[in-house]
């Protein structure tokens, strides 16, 4: 295997270890995940930090398939689309959240000129690109909206990733099909099922 090969097979290998106890896994178990020798793992990383950075922009990249979005119809209900895209971008976030985790305990204690400036470009990237893909879903409803699909993009990115952020903890977060409703229909309630307040009796 070529270089990038072995370290597509290491991370890919990584996966699933974090993934199913929460902890970094040790060399000789990522080794045997990936079927390569423990010192193939220090050949083509700097180190466990190295790895796990990888990791963590592998699994913040699309997956195959992603381009799934582009087949939605525009005839499908908007609320049962906007559940299913934000089941799947929870499901990314329980998983990414997980793989942070390790990576700030494997960071922990390391030196400043260790730590990343700033957010990683690759984190970055990610963010524009799902606010992409979920402005192209938006696109498919224009006729539904009152914002433009890119505004509507951004309040449901912004509504998703609020409903997870690691300070809010008590009550349980908002469900996919919660946030969905709550995005195309609100809070309010709609004008034709409003008390009406013109039969009420004064009062005194």
Known sequence: MTPDER????????????????????????A??????EGTIFRVFDDKTALLWAVTKHVLSPPPGA?????ISGEADLVDVLTTVVERI???????GTIMMVLRQQMAGQTHDKMPD???AFLIEANQLLLD????????????????PRTAALALRSLVFG??????????????????????????????LAPSTATKEPSC
């Open 7 to 30: 370290r597509g097979a290491i991370v890919e290998a990584v996966v699933p270890l974090i993934l199913e106890s929460g902890t970094m896994p040790t060399t000789r178990e990522i």
């Open 90 to 96: 929870q499901g990314n976030m329980r998983r990414v």
């Open 163 to 192: 409903a997870h952020h690691p300070g809010m903890a008590g009550d349980p977060p908002l469900g996919a099909a919660q946030i969905a409703l709550l995005l195309v229909h609100g809070v309010g309630r709609p004008a034709d």
């Open 133 to 148: 893909r979920l402005t192209l879903v938006f696109e498919k409803y224009a006729d539904q909206l009152v914002v433009d």
């Open 118 to 120: 700033g957010p990683p």
């Open 67 to 71: 381009d799934a979005v582009r087949a």
């Open 32 to 37: 045997r995940a990936a079927g390569v020798a």
